[in-house]
């Protein structure tokens, strides 16, 4: 008998979509071939247990960031929060290679990469390891064939759970008001994560230390209306 998979089923999630796209410049091609390998996670190795000793600097705590794009917001934050260790990941290897181009012009030692998909990544990390997770402007997949393809599926909001710290912080942007809304019902099913919101300016406006990205800036013209959603994960079940 054949069976149909939910969305939210964990059989369904792997990475759709393009890798690659125009040819790389000369040098962003040196950079994934010199600089990639030095900050690229090892997933074939055990995590350490203690995540901080992943980057070349000291760090009092480490974020995730989940499909960066060019890496706009991954390196603005790591630049300005020089003790917080970054991690990003990046399935788009013209994206990975402006990343590179920008670390290596910042000599920014607290970002490590992966080149691939998050969800591997969520499930190498220990538990409890990461002070928060951003995720800004992902694939909307509109079309309702293509929803399995979402990241936000069940199964990924409890592997976030699982390796997020207690009050730590998922944050989430996105112009498309389906995705949003989506997002929004399965967190709040989700018994690990509270939502944040107390007035409606809580998810019209960013957060405080918001920087606008390309995608942002290019939603703003086109006159479609962001949505910001946080949530914290709780500290137990039933707090808070």
């Known amino acids: 008998m054949t069976t149909t998979k939910s ?19 000369a040098y962003q091609a040196e950079l994934i071939e010199t600089l990639l390998p030095r900050l690229a996670l090892d997933l074939g190795e055990p995590a350490p247990d203690a995540i901080g000793s992943l980057f070349a600097v000291p760090v009092r705590e480490v974020r995730l960031e989940i499909g ?28 990975m290679a402006k990343a590179l181009a920008a670390i290596a012009a910042q000599g920014l030692c607290n970002v490590r990469l992966h080149l691939g998909d998050a969800v591997p990544v969520l499930s190498w990390l220990p538990p409890a390891s990461i002070a928060g997770i951003d995720l800004l402007y992902p694939d909307p997949w509109p ?34 008001a389906d995705y949003a809304a989506w997002t929004l019902l399965r967190f709040l099913r989700a018994p690990d994560f509270i939502w944040t919101a107390e007035r409606a300016d809580d998810w019209r406006k960013p957060w405080p230390e918001f920087i606008d990205t390309r995608y942002h800036l290019k939603a703003s013209r086109q006159g479609r209306a962001p949505t910001y959603l946080v949530f914290r994960r709780r500290h137990r079940l039933g707090s808070e």
């Open 143 to 176: 079309k309702r064939r293509h929803w399995k393809r979402r990241l936000i599926q069940d199964d990924t909001i409890a592997a976030m759970a699982r390796v997020l710290r207690p009050g730590g912080l998922f944050r989430f942007a996105s112009d498309s």
């Open 68 to 95: 960066f794009g060019g890496g706009e917001y991954l390196v603005a934050e790591a630049g300005c929060h020089p003790h917080t260790g970054f991690l990003g990941c990046e399935p788009f290897v013209n994206g």
């Open 7 to 25: 969305p939210d089923s964990t059989a369904v999630r792997r990475f759709f979509g393009r890798r690659k796209g125009h040819r790389l410049r």
